[in-house]
T-cell receptor, first 112, second 115 residues
């Protein structure tokens, strides 16, 4: 089962890019990398996911290394509202589908 | 995407009683999950709610303590039985479709305090 490691916390200045790293060295060839975030007192929010290619949506960009052993979530222009815990997850196979197991995540502080 | 609602949003319960939490989704989904988030902690998966069959529980969680129902593809309940103060947590419902390329969506959570 692929597991992920993330830094415990990071700071970012408002308006600058926030780059959140994740290591998933045991990922297998058909496993996706997902990113979620949890803003205080809310349920987790899906951000983005990818398999091999870099991905971009209205929230963020996901850069996956060629060997797929690590990835970086990029928030291009961080705002104070992006302060949250960010989770990098490789879902595990489950009966009839896949399940998401949360680690400790990275606590991102965006500062004015 | 999917819109998920949970009832109640919060409750304060006495030790030894039980509480049933409801989760309603605005569309049919294959997978439904229940998580617990204790104060200051990350989310812990309790079980996968299977439609028409018994839920699949994670290690450390048992059906007698956390019975789950899933009568159809849009609704599930989680009961926290014989509560103690250690059960004080946020309980979250989550849904996804079946494939590895399908993201999960989370409800707003139910904040439970046991006194």
């Amino acid at each position: 089962d692929a597991k992920t490691t993330q830094p415990t916390s990071m700071d970012c200045a408002e308006g600058r890019a926030a780059n959140l790293p994740c290591n998933h060295s045991t990922i297998s060839g058909n496993e996706y990398v997902y990113w979620y975030r949890q803003i205080h007192s809310q349920g987790p929010q899906y951000i983005i996911h990818g398999l091999k290619n870099n991905e971009t949506n209205e929230m963020a960009s996901l850069i996956i290394t060629e060997d797929r052993k690590s990835s970086t979530l990029i928030l291009p222009h961080a705002t104070l509202r992006d302060t949250a815990v960010y989770y990098c997850i490789v879902p595990l196979g489950n009966t009839g589908g896949f399940k998401t197991i949360f680690g400790a995540g990275t606590r991102l502080f965006v500062k004015a | 995407s999917a819109v998920i609602s949970q009832k109640p949003s919060r409750d304060i319960c006495q030790r030894g009683t039980s509480l049933t939490i409801q989760c309603q989704v605005d569309s049919q989904v294959t997978m439904m999950f229940w998580y617990r988030q204790q104060p200051g902690q990350s989310l812990t998966l309790i079980a996968t709610a299977n439609q028409g069959s018994e839920a699949t529980y994670e290690s450390g969680f048992v059906i007698d303590k956390f019975p789950i129902s899933r009568p159809n593809l849009t609704f599930s309940t989680l009961t926290v039985s014989n509560m103690s103060p250690e059960d004080s947590s946020i309980y979250l419902c989550s849904v996804s479709r079946q494939g590895p390329d399908d993201e999960q969506y989370f409800g707003p959570g139910t904040r439970l305090t046991v006194t």
